[in-house]
């Protein structure tokens, strides 16, 4: 157990709809992180928050966004969904101070 | 390229030595990782290196850092079937944010008994 959690671990939703993934990171850690997995484009980083602000951002689409929370909980929001953005949706935590990030066990979002 | 990567498949028997290899792209990355994805199961931190090592041993784990080709293998001595699963050699781009990583497609390593 990587102290990651994710919640919910399925989810089905239709192709237009709008679904929020959570994660709460490890107990300490400041930074999160959160990948998509797909089968064609394998592991993509998306987007970074330490401390409840952005710091950095990969190949997130505009139709997505994400917010951290006083509580360090993070919030990743996919608008107007298509069947492409069927994946499996990964957080991950760590501390700017640390060699590595904890991942979480993932939202598998499948889009019908 | 842009990409790092890495063969899809390895197949060994129980018992013999596994070598998993990797070729990153970014010359000035700070630290490069393997992880293992089991099925169903989340990403799981195998070994990292840093950037100045050309080795790191760690009990059955080997991993080899060759910077001047951009040559990662990670090693894995007397194979187990529970070592079947997806690996995936990472590297950190941005040096003060190790999250932030690039990943390869992955190579899914079979045991055979």
């Known amino acids: 157990d990587s102290g990651v959690t994710q919640t919910p671990k399925h989810l089905i939703t239709a192709t237009g709809q709008r679904v929020t993934l959570r994660c709460s990171p490890r107990?300490?850690?400041?930074?999160v992180y959160w990948y998509q997995q797909s089968l064609d484009q394998g592991l993509q980083f998306l987007i970074q928050?330490?401390?409840?602000?952005?710091?950095a951002k990969g190949n997130i689409l505009e139709r997505f966004s994400a917010q951290q929370f006083p509580d360090l909980h993070s919030e990743l929001n996919l608008s107007s969904l298509e069947l492409g953005d069927s994946a499996l949706y990964f957080c991950?935590?760590?501390?700017?101070?640390?060699?590595?990030?904890?991942f979480g066990q993932g939202t598998r979002l499948t889009v019908v | 390229g842009e990409d790092v990567e890495q063969s899809l498949f390895l197949s060994v028997r129980e018992g013999d030595s596994s070598v998993i290899n990797c070729t990153y792209t970014?010359?000035?990355?700070?630290?490069l990782y393997w992880y293992k994805q089991e099925p169903g199961a989340g990403l799981q931190l195998l070994t990292y290196i840093f950037s100045n090592m050309d080795m790191k041993q760690d009990q059955r784990l080997t991993v080899l850092l060759n910077k001047k080709d951009k040559h990662l293998s990670l090693r894995i001595a007397d194979t187990q079937t529970g070592d079947s699963a997806i690996y995936f050699c990472?590297?950190?781009?941005?040096?003060?944010?190790?999250?932030?990583?690039?990943f390869g497609k992955g190579t899914k390593l079979s045991v055979k008994p």
């Open positions: 991950a935590s760590g501390n700017l101070r640390n060699t590595e990030a904890f």
């Open positions: 107990s300490g850690d400041l930074s």
């Open positions: 970014d010359s000035s990355s700070t630290y």
């Open positions: 990472a590297e950190s781009r941005d040096g003060g944010s190790q999250g932030n990583l690039i």
């Open positions: 928050y330490y401390n409840g602000e952005e710091r």
